[in-house]
């Protein structure tokens, strides 16, 4: 897209019904990690390890989003937001993981919810953003295959608790995050490592996502119901056959590994082999079960990988060329900026033609913000974003069938592994006093849907 275009860059383009939201992740954010009867989830524990995190932050207190959501729910709709996405924590509402329901867990979203919709803003929840409770993870976590049912049993609370307000729902958050890095690369909760346990974490993964999607559907018949993946735009290094084909295993492990089987494809082994590791967990049975038809499929997508074929790395044989050494411009997180992978990524998945609507339900970035004089100018935000939506409207203009854009996120939070250190909010805040100053990312967000 040109940057004419982009300088005329209007909310009017993208039509009446586009959604526009802010997306925001329970552990991230609130807090209030043992309040009012909550049980401990896995980042919890996680996070109380030496080197797990960096500098050993934890989400104990987050943005304290558990008591200062009407502040921060009044922020979006001072930013002309008209849709918020949020999960609910497992532990809050389940202590135990299954069976005792925890009202006071129940009552908080009530509020949340409630103070959402007083505001005219639109809830948009997801069931699991990967804080699993602690007790079930004790039990194997995502390896055992009774997660299945634990988790189902979960989504049927918050359908029956929920449902009545919320009409807007996704039930998983990047599910080849949370495997990968929990139970493959062990750099995320629980830290656990290696192909025996990200086989069976993927399959009963996989089955929790289309049951999650039978019993939203069971429960609330007029509510629209997706889920959301992580994508990554992948480029070979080089022309040569072994980096492409290097390129098609990762497209496989990163991009298709989870959608193929809800779209009915069943899961990519032809393209990365090393999954038939997954066959000893599929049941007479699974492969059918595996599929739900989403209303709408949700797309998280921050920049693009070069991927170079590699010998010695196991299962897969290739490797990420990293940004920092390809000399483009990065964010706090070592990720390329690369707008038209938004797009590449928006093309690629509307040639399905299982996938019925697409969101884009994260995109965003961390970049080192600093407060001058009250305010945040964080010009590269700002651009970011701009270059994104103008990506957005371009595969739109084509036909796409995009119907939403979130930003990722609200509020500077905990991101992970790396803490409080990389700032990915459209509003800044200051850890120590819990202020908030709207960026001038969010300025300009809230003059764009203002248009
Ligand atoms: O912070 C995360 C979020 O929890 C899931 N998607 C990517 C974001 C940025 O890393």
Known sequence: MKEDNLQNLEREQFGDNFRWGVSTAAYQIEGAFDADGKGLSIWDVFTNKRGKVKDRHHGQIACDFYNCFQGDINLIKQLNI????????????????????????????????????????????????????????????????????????????????????????????????????????????????????????????????????RILRSNLPDAEIGTTFSCTHIEPYSHSSRDHAAATRADALLNRLFIEPVLGLGYPVNDLPVLRKLEKHIKPGDEAKLAFDF????????????????????????RLVKAEKRKVPITTMGWEVYPSAIYHILKKFDAYPQIRKIIITENGAAFPDTVEEGSVRDEKRVKYLQDHIAQVLKAKQEGCKVAGYFVWTLTDNFEWAEGYHPRFGLIYVNFETQERIVKDSGKWFRNFLKS
């Open 82 to 213: 008209p849709d918020f996405r949020f999960s609910v924590s497992w532990s809050r509402i389940l202590p135990e993981g299954t069976g005792k329901i925890n009202q006071s867990g129940i009552d908080f979203y009530k509020r949340v919810i409630d103070f959402c919709l007083e505001s005219g803003i639109t809830p948009w929840l997801t069931v699991y953003h990967w804080d699993l409770p602690h007790v079930l993870e004790q039990k194997g976590g995502w390896t055992n295959r009774d997660v299945v049912n634990w988790f189902s049993d979960f989504t049927s609370i918050c359908a029956q608790n929920f449902g009545d307000t919320v009409k807007h729902w996704m039930v998983m958050n990047e599910p080849s995050v949370f495997t990968g890095a929990g139970y493959f690369m062990g750099i995320h909760a629980p830290g656990r490592r290696g192909m025996g346990n990200f086989a069976p974490a993927i399959h009963h993964t996989a089955l929790s996502i289309a049951e999650g999607g």
């Open 295 to 318: 209303d709408f499929i949700g797309l998280q997508n921050y920049t693009r990988e070069i991927v170079k074929s590699s010998f010695f790395t196991p299962y897969i044989g290739a």
